[in-house]
T-cell receptor, first 111, second 113 residues
């Protein structure tokens, strides 16, 4: 079993919808949580970075971490066709440790 | 500021050959990490270099190796290529060792025939 699990999708939503992307993990030592967006044939791009539990908002994006449930989420409000990409969650134990990635969820936002 | 650059972008090799991939980090970044991305396994950590020293290593065979130069540029080498080595190889740079904010390059797509 991988330490980080993520539903691969694909997830298809109409433009303007609220999108919820999720990851679960098994290692309670993880403290740093990140979301990356990867467009086709591009490298991952860092979207959100959160330390420990709680919420973080940046424009249309909100990241939530629930360490008690070992569950993290990324919400995208007012989704746009340009949001169509693969979203990867990543986490690490501490500074100096490698990132552990989920396999990514493919999102398609249709006009 | 220029982003992370990787060369070459695409590569075709045959089984048994070896390959060297190059990564230039963002100016000022001293840490370079390498990842392998495949549809089946997703992104898997290969190794990280900081100040020319390997600081972390993932669970890959010894055929995968790397190094970092004094200007922080990094190379990774795969010897005795196998079909299963076909993947997108991504390099990421960060300011500090194991930095959480890692910035990725576009990757090198390797096809082993």
């Amino acid at each position: 079993q991988k330490e980080v699990e993520q539903d691969p999708g694909p997830l298809s939503v109409p433009e303007g919808a609220i999108v919820s992307l999720n990851c679960t993990y098994s290692n309670s030592a993880f403290q740093y949580f990140m979301w990356y967006r990867q467009y086709s044939r591009k490298g991952p791009e860092l979207l959100m970075y959160t330390y420990s539990s709680g919420n973080k908002e940046d424009g249309r994006f909100t990241a939530q971490v629930d360490k008690s449930s070992k569950y993290i989420s990324l919400f995208i409000r007012d989704s746009q066709p340009s949001d169509s990409a693969t979203y990867l969650c990543a986490m690490s134990r501490n500074s100096g440790y490698a990132l552990n990635f989920g396999k990514g969820t493919s999102l398609l936002v249709t006009p | 500021k220029a982003g992370v650059t990787q060369t070459p972008r695409y590569l075709i090799k045959t089984r048994g050959q070896q390959v060297t991939l190059s990564c230039s980090p963002i100016s000022g970044h001293r840490s370079v990490s390498w990842y392998q991305q495949t549809p089946g396994q997703g992104l898997q950590f290969l190794f990280e270099y900081f100040s020319e020293t390997q600081r972390n290593k993932g669970n890959f065979p010894g055929r995968f190796s790397g190094r970092q130069f004094s200007n922080s540029r990094s190379e990774m080498n795969v010897s005795t290529l196998e079909l299963g080595d076909s993947a997108l190889y991504l390099c990421a740079s960060s300011l500090q060792q194991g930095g959480e904010t890692q910035y990725f390059g576009p990757g090198t797509r390797l096809l082993v025939l």
